[in-house]
């Protein structure tokens, strides 16, 4: 459903936006994005959404150029960007019937059932709202035309827990419909709560495209240890640092192995979290590298 293919993205003065990425992301599933701030993330959305122009390569969606045939994409895409600029002076259910009107099928039904579940005050102008509030209008408008494609920027930044678990279900509900979903986010656990594949890109680069399965089966665990001792090292552990009484390092094999590690030395008291995102990063990083 959509396809790039060595798609490059240079802006003035030669700064980096993306490299020779290439995706293939099939109809019906929630493919992840995912990097830190500054990755090429959102500069991947403008190029797909023809808001920027590429340097080189190419991207289609629903088989349709990115560029030559950016107007019937527009028809059948819905999008939530990261951050929201919307017509202050209009209350939420004039701008609402205002964006269905770009697009034929009847929104009216849909509208009402996502208003209704996103608790939203349609009486309200938009100028007045919160920015958690205006995303949800920005939510409201890209689904309520049914689309095909979903294309999602930073979707969930500035919604509450509660709302946030209100979307993944909406999100999961247009799954089932048969839209596809591009799911661009640098917060790992959202990936991993909703995708079916996620790619990782690193300065501009696509650096691994996996199933979430096989990443949640190859995630890095964070340790962090109260001990006199030091651990033996092995390619396993990445970031080793000893501090206040403390050593603390990521471990990246298997996790019966960890405990094998941990049972040579004396421990006073043991953390196991879920690493940062970077952490995960350094680990797909030196593996890369490697």
Known sequence: ????????KYYKKHARGI????????EGEIFGFIGPNGAGK????????NFIFPTSGSATVAGLDVILDTVNIKKIIGYIPSEINLYGDMTVQAFLDYA?????????????EL???????VSRKIGDLSFGNK????????????????????PTSGLDPLMQNTFFSIIKEEQKRGATIFFSS???????????????????????????????????KKIRIKTKEEIQLND?????????????????GHINDLFKLLNTVHIDDLTIEEPSLEEIFMHYYTKEEN
């Not at 490299?19 to 099939?26: A, C, E, H, P, Y």
């Not at 396993?236 to 990521?250: H, M, P, Q, T």
């Open 1 to 8: 459903m959509i396809h790039t293919k060595n798609l490059t």
């Open 19 to 26: 490299l020779d990425v290439s995706l293939d992301i099939k």
């Open 42 to 49: 959102s500069t991947t959305v403008r190029t797909l959404l």
């Open 100 to 112: 269905a009107n770009f697009y034929e099928n009847d929104h009216r039904k849909r509208q009402k």
């Open 115 to 121: 208003i209704d579940k996103l608790s939203l005050d």
């Open 135 to 154: 995303k949800k209008v920005a939510i409201v408008q890209a689904l309520q035309s049914h689309p095909q494609v979903l294309i999602l920027d930073e």
């Open 186 to 220: 640098h917060i790992l656990s959202e990936v991993q709560r909703i995708c079916d594949r996620v790619a990782i890109i690193k300065e501009g680069k696509i650096i691994k495209v996996e199933k979430i399965d096989d990443i949640m089966k190859a995630r890095a």
């Open 236 to 252: 396993y552990i990445l970031k080793y640092k000893r501090e206040n009484g403390y050593v603390s390092f990521v471990y990246t």
